[in-house]
C-alpha cells in the first residue's frame, strides 16, 4: 500500500509544483528506484538509451513533420475543393466533406491536431459564408480531426508501438477499418440530424454532374501519391516505418511545392515547430519510461492482474473500468501524454486478461481520441475556439461535440463485441 502511495502521490506532488509532467513521471520512477529497489537507477539509464536508440521511435519525428509541412502547405484547400461537389445535394452538403477531407488528411498527416486545424482554416470561413450552423460546423471539424489518430499513419500507433514493442505496420493495418467505421457512423449522424433540420445546412441548388466530380477528384492525386508512398510500402513490406516516413517527407516537400504554396521560410518553420513537438513528446516518453521500469522491476503489475483475479471481475468489466478511468484523466492530460502515462500498467494488465496488444491499441488510441475534444484539456477544441475568433466559445464547442464523443464510445463496444474489424486487415497482410 505505501508503494502504491509512493506512486500516486509522487506524480500529483511533483506534477502539482508545475514541472513538466515527463519530469513528474521520471523523478516519481527514479525516487521508487532508489528507496524501493537498492538504488536500481542504472536500470532506468539503460531504458532510456534502448526506447531512444529505438528505431521506430525514430519515425515519429518525421510523421510530426510530414504533418507540419501539409498543415503550412494550403493544400487541404484543393483536397476540400475536390470533395465538396460529391456531397453538394445529401442533406448535410459541406458538413460530410468535412469528414470525408479530415479522413483524406489524417491518412497523410498523423496528428489529430493538424488535420482539425488544417482543414478547419479552410471549411470554417467557406460554411460561414453559406449560412452553415456555426456550431455544428466546428463540432464536425473537431470530430473529423480526430481521425487523423485513428487513419495511419498515426503518431498513436507509433509511440505505442515503440512502447511496447508491437508491429507497427499492423496497428497502422488495424487502424483502417475503425477508421473508416467511425468516418462513416460521423456521416451517418449528420445526415439524419439534418434531415430532421434542414436548416442546420443550407442545401446548394447546383447538381454537381459526374464529370464534374471526376474533374474535381484529379486535384487530389497528390495526397493519393502521399498515402501510397507512406502507407503503400509499409504494408508491402518495401520499407519499414521509419524509411517510410522519411519517403513521406521527401515527397511532401516535392509535392507541397510544385501543387501547394510551400516556402522555404514556411519549410524552416515546419521544421522549428516539429523540433518543439517531438521535443515535448520526448520528454514524456524519457520520464515515461523510468516509471514503467520502476513499476516493471516492482511487480506492480502482476499485483494489479492478482488484484483483479481475486475480486472475480470478468476481463470485460476490468476493460470498462480502464476506458472510465481514461475518460475521467482526459479532462487533465492530453491524449499522448495520457497513453504514455498509462501504458507501462495498462499494457500488461489488458494483455495479461488475453486481449490481443494490437486490439488494445486500437482501443486505447480510440479513448485518447475522446480525450482530444473533451475538456477542459481537448486540443481540437482549443484549435477551433481559435479558428473561430471565438465567435464559437470553448464551451458551445464542447457541447457540439458531444455525438461525436457518444460515437467513439460506440465505436469502442462495436470493436469490443466484433474485434475482427481490427483484427482482420493485420492478419491478412501479415
Same mark, same amino acid.
Given at each position: 500500500?505505501?508503494?502504491?502511495?509512493?506512486?500516486?502521490?509522487?506524480? #500529483?506532488?511533483?506534477?502539482?509544483?508545475?514541472?513538466?509532467?515527463?519530469?513528474?513521471?521520471?523523478?516519481?520512477?527514479?525516487?521508487?528506484? &532508489?528507496?524501493?529497489?537498492?538504488?536500481?537507477?542504472?536500470?532506468?539509464?539503460?531504458?532510456?538509451?534502448?526506447?531512444?536508440?529505438?528505431?521506430?521511435?525514430?519515425? $515519429?519525428?518525421?510523421?510530426?513533420? +510530414?504533418?507540419?509541412?501539409?498543415?503550412? @502547405?494550403?493544400?487541404?484547400?484543393?483536397?476540400?475543393?475536390?470533395?465538396?461537389?460529391?456531397?453538394?445535394?445529401?442533406?448535410?452538403?459541406?458538413?460530410?466533406?468535412?469528414?470525408?477531407?479530415?479522413?483524406?488528411?489524417?491518412? *497523410?498527416?498523423?496528428?489529430?491536431?493538424?488535420?482539425?486545424?488544417? $482543414?478547419?482554416?479552410?471549411?470554417?470561413?467557406?460554411? @460561414?459564408?453559406?449560412?452553415?450552423?456555426?456550431?455544428?460546423?466546428?463540432?464536425?471539424?473537431?470530430?473529423?480531426?480526430?481521425?487523423?489518430?485513428?487513419?495511419?499513419?498515426?503518431?498513436?500507433?507509433?509511440?505505442?508501438?515503440?512502447?511496447?514493442?508491437?508491429?507497427?505496420?499492423?496497428?497502422?493495418?488495424?487502424?483502417?477499418?475503425?477508421?473508416?467505421?467511425?468516418?462513416?457512423?460521423?456521416?451517418?449522424?449528420?445526415? $439524419?440530424?439534418?434531415?430532421?433540420?434542414?436548416?442546420?445546412?443550407?442545401?446548394?441548388?447546383?447538381?454537381?454532374?459526374?464529370?464534374?466530380?471526376?474533374?474535381?477528384?484529379?486535384?487530389?492525386?497528390?495526397?493519393?501519391?502521399?498515402?501510397?508512398?507512406?502507407?503503400?510500402?509499409? /504494408?508491402?513490406?518495401?520499407?519499414?516505418?521509419?524509411?517510410?516516413?522519411?519517403?513521406?517527407?521527401?515527397?511532401?516537400?516535392?509535392?507541397?511545392?510544385?501543387?501547394?504554396?510551400?516556402?522555404?521560410?514556411?519549410?524552416?518553420?515546419?521544421?522549428?515547430?516539429? !523540433?518543439?513537438?517531438?521535443?515535448?513528446?520526448?520528454?514524456?516518453?524519457?520520464?515515461?519510461?523510468?516509471?514503467?521500469?520502476?513499476?516493471?522491476?516492482?511487480?506492480?503489475?502482476? &499485483?494489479? +492482474?492478482?488484484? *483483479?483475479? &481475486?475480486?472475480?471481475?470478468?476481463?470485460?468489466? /476490468?476493460?470498462?473500468? !480502464?476506458?472510465?478511468?481514461?475518460? #475521467?484523466?482526459?479532462?487533465?492530460?492530453?491524449?499522448?501524454?495520457?497513453?504514455?502515462?498509462?501504458?507501462? *500498467? *495498462?499494457?500488461?494488465?489488458?494483455?495479461?486478461?488475453?486481449?490481443?496488444?494490437?486490439?488494445?491499441? /486500437?482501443?486505447?488510441?480510440? !479513448?485518447?481520441?475522446?480525450?482530444? #475534444?473533451?475538456?477542459?484539456?481537448?486540443?481540437? +477544441?482549443? /484549435?477551433?475556439?481559435? +479558428?473561430?475568433?471565438?465567435?464559437?466559445?470553448?464551451?458551445?464547442?464542447?457541447?457540439?461535440?458531444?455525438?461525436?464523443?457518444?460515437?467513439?464510445?460506440?465505436?469502442?463496444?462495436?470493436?469490443?463485441?466484433?474485434?475482427?474489424?481490427?483484427?482482420?486487415?493485420?492478419?491478412?497482410?501479415?
Amino acid at each position: 500500500m505505501s508503494l502504491w502511495f509512493t506512486l500516486v502521490g509522487g506524480v #500529483i506532488a511533483t506534477a502539482g509544483t508545475g514541472v513538466a509532467l515527463g519530469a513528474a513521471l521520471g523523478i516519481t520512477g527514479l525516487f521508487i528506484l &532508489q528507496f524501493y529497489s537498492n538504488g536500481a537507477t542504472s536500470v532506468a539509464i539503460d531504458a532510456i538509451w534502448n526506447v531512444f536508440n529505438s528505431f521506430t521511435l525514430s519515425a $515519429v519525428p518525421m510523421f510530426i513533420l +510530414l504533418g507540419e509541412i501539409l498543415l503550412r @502547405s494550403g493544400i487541404s484547400e484543393k483536397a476540400y475543393s475536390a470533395f465538396s461537389p460529391v456531397f453538394r445535394r445529401i442533406p448535410g452538403g459541406l458538413l460530410h466533406t468535412n469528414i470525408a477531407v479530415c479522413t483524406l488528411f489524417g491518412a *497523410v498527416s498523423g496528428s489529430s491536431l493538424s488535420t482539425a486545424a488544417a $482543414v478547419g482554416s479552410v471549411a470554417y470561413p467557406e460554411m @460561414s459564408k453559406r449560412g452553415y450552423d456555426k456550431d455544428t460546423v466546428v463540432g464536425s471539424l473537431a470530430g473529423g480531426g480526430t481521425l487523423g489518430l485513428l487513419i495511419p499513419p498515426s503518431l498513436s500507433f507509433l509511440i505505442y508501438g515503440a512502447l511496447t514493442e508491437t508491429s507497427i505496420g499492423r496497428l497502422f493495418a488495424a487502424g483502417i477499418i475503425p477508421g473508416i467505421m467511425v468516418g462513416a457512423m460521423f456521416m451517418l449522424y449528420l445526415l $439524419v440530424k439534418c434531415v430532421r433540420n434542414p436548416a442546420i445546412a443550407p442545401r446548394d441548388p447546383h447538381k454537381s454532374s459526374v464529370g464534374e466530380i471526376l474533374v474535381g477528384f484529379r486535384h487530389i492525386w497528390p495526397l493519393l501519391t502521399l498515402i501510397v508512398g507512406v502507407i503503400g510500402t509499409i /504494408v508491402a513490406g518495401i520499407a519499414t516505418p521509419t524509411e517510410s516516413a522519411g519517403v513521406g517527407v521527401v515527397l511532401a516537400v516535392f509535392i507541397c511545392s510544385i501543387w501547394g504554396n510551400l516556402t522555404f521560410t514556411k519549410l524552416i518553420e515546419a521544421v522549428y515547430q516539429s !523540433v518543439l513537438l517531438f521535443s515535448s513528446i520526448g520528454f514524456l516518453v524519457l520520464g515515461a519510461t523510468i516509471l514503467a521500469q520502476s513499476v516493471s522491476i516492482l511487480g506492480l503489475p502482476q &499485483q494489479i +492482474l492478482e488484484t *483483479v483475479a &481475486q475480486s472475480g471481475y470478468g476481463k470485460y468489466s /476490468v476493460l470498462m473500468i !480502464v476506458v472510465l478511468i481514461y475518460l #475521467i484523466l482526459g479532462c487533465f492530460f492530453d491524449g499522448l501524454s495520457l497513453m504514455i502515462m498509462t501504458l507501462p *500498467v *495498462v499494457f500488461p494488465l489488458l494483455t495479461g486478461l488475453g486481449f490481443d496488444p494490437i486490439w488494445i491499441g /486500437v482501443i486505447i488510441t480510440i !479513448v485518447i481520441e475522446i480525450g482530444q #475534444i473533451t475538456p477542459p484539456v481537448g486540443l481540437n +477544441l482549443s /484549435v477551433l475556439t481559435a +479558428l473561430t475568433k471565438n465567435e464559437v466559445s470553448l464551451g458551445r464547442v464542447a457541447y457540439a461535440t458531444v455525438p461525436y464523443w457518444l460515437i467513439h464510445l460506440c465505436a469502442i463496444v462495436i470493436l469490443t463485441m466484433f474485434p475482427i474489424l481490427a483484427l482482420y486487415l493485420p492478419n491478412l497482410l501479415f
